[in-house]
């Protein structure tokens, strides 16, 4: 028998290449499963939380819209009083609905179905950068679609944002590998899209975003003259047609009112310094200051080199970006532009060398934005309990209460979560005042029951007056404590900082900063007349120093 012959030193080396080349074909999905399980873990922060803070206006829509779905009345979406809601198409809270088939849809059920969309949009991200580019490029804006702090509230809450992006970005992956095929159908695509139109009207974006694409790439007229892509739009966006179509025949002048509402209003692109200014600093906390530079080198690094990909990808960011200053501008409306401008740092990370200063580089930003992520989630979306602490101490009464007198901002911006929390509570609303009109008398209706209103430290004093507190949260790690003073829920900008020492090395979690009160109720008894403070309300009347302010 011949003796063995060891391998040559190479030879061993490209055999563990080939040996570690196929383990990792094996497990093709385990970093994309590992950011699975990371995104999952954000966005169920809040999850049981009461409906208040980061848009709790849009959760207690949705789910008032899904509470009163039925195959009776699928055409006609319905708020509280058989309100009709035209503004975005139902599809999302008819989801809601049927996943809680049997029961009355609730928070859990309408965040979980969000929850469900926004990991979409990860792996929607993922395959959209792997089919233009490397996977190492995918895998890096998949990331950056999990961490980004938009994406993580937005995409944990009851709305249609994560909804219709991720079936956009499906949409638009369809539609790319049609195009690259002769003979390959444009069928998926036009489903994708028509999806992703009945969940919010904003997927329609995409449709000028892709000519524009094909104007740029020199194959407009070829696209223009296709019959599938035109048949593929046809057939998928007739629902919605349909759907809009039975509502302007049915009521022209109310449709036109509700379907031209929301982001139709304000029109206008921003002139001053100093609003796009405003807009600068929002949007760089839209995405977390080092997630916004990261897009932002990704865009200006796509415009050196443009491959047919880059191209893409730039007229969706450009299309999604201008509708987001010509429309309103919501931040949450920049989610938009995440996925594609992901795509784009993706595939200028993946040329960094060595490997090393790639992977900090990447990791500095994936870490950053996951921490700015769980701050903002402790400062919009946790600890906003009052509403439903006020409908708990009202359903508790032994009397039915009557209608509540409710001043306007509070009617603006929680009326609706009231409606869904108290369904039977009638409220009127105290007409606005210019300045100047202390001391007016408020006349209120006769069977007014209750006087609610905002509470702020400096205005709760007033026997009589019940409130309901609100807790601020912090982030704990290493029994340090992370504190920011977050201003307003419903927008990005974070606030200034606080390290408070509070537990051992190994304390980490959500501690509870502190109380504040954020709601209060008080009678008004028969007899009683109302009057405007320079800060707030104060009854008069049997009840002499019964001061609300």
Known sequence: MPPVKAAPKSSRKANRRASRGSAQGALPYLPLAALFVLGLLL?????????????????????????????????????????????????????????SWGSEPGVLAGRLVSIFFSLALVVATWRLGRLFFSARAALVAAAITTVAPVAVVAGAN???????????????????RARRAEDGSMAPFGVAIGFASLAKLFALVALPALLLWEFVEGSAPKAVRDARRWKALAAGLAPLAAFYAFHVLRAPSTARTLILGGAAVATT????????????????????????????AGVVAAFSRPSSGERLLLCL??????????????????????????????????????????????????????????????????????????????????????????????????????????????????????????????????????????????????????????????????????????????YFRQGGYQLIRTGGFWSFGLPVLRSVPALGFGAIEPGDSLYRLRDGLEVRGPAPGTDFR
């Open 43 to 99: 966005r169920t922060i809040s999850l049981n939380s009461d409906v208040g803070g980061f848009l709790a206006w849009n959760e207690a829509n949705y789910l008032l819209i899904a509470r009163h779905a039925s195959l009776r009345t699928i055409l006609f979406p319905t708020l509280k009083g058989g309100f009709l809601f035209l503004e975005t198409p139902p599809l999302v809270p008819y989801l809601i609905a049927l996943v």
């Open 317 to 490: 960011t450009a299309a999604y970006g201008l509708f987001y200053l010509f429309f309103h501008k919501h931040s949450y409306y920049l989610l938009a532009i995440l996925p594609f401008a992901a795509i784009l740092f993706g595939r200028l990370a993946d040329g960094i060398r060595p490997n090393v200063l790639r992977r900090l580089l990447v990791g500095a930003v994936l870490v950053s934005s996951a921490f700015v992520s769980v701050i903002d989630v402790t400062g919009m979306k946790l600890g906003f309990s009052e509403i439903r602490r006020f409908a708990d101490a009202v359903h508790a009464l032994e009397e039915p209460v009557g209608r509540v007198v409710a001043e306007g901002v509070v009617v603006d911006n929680i009326g609706i979560v009231l409606d869904l929390y108290v369904p039977g509570l009638q409220v009127w609303r105290i007409a606005d005042a210019p300045p100047g009109h202390e001391g007016e008398r408020v006349d209120i209706p006769r069977d007014s029951a209750w006087l609610l209103f905002v509470a702020s430290p400096e205005d709760t004093e007033g026997p009589g007056l019940r409130l309901f507190m609100r807790e601020r949260y912090m982030l704990e790690l290493f029994g340090w404590s992370i504190a920011e003073a977050h201003r307003n829920p419903n």
């Open 158 to 176: 009851i709305q249609t944002d994560a909804a219709y992006l991720a079936l956009t970005v499906l949409a638009v992956e369809l539609y790319a």
């Open 269 to 296: 692109f921003p002139h001053r310094f100093d609003v796009l200014w405003a807009l600068g600093v929002e949007a760089t906390w839209v995405f977390s200051p080092l997630v916004a530079l990261a897009l932002a």
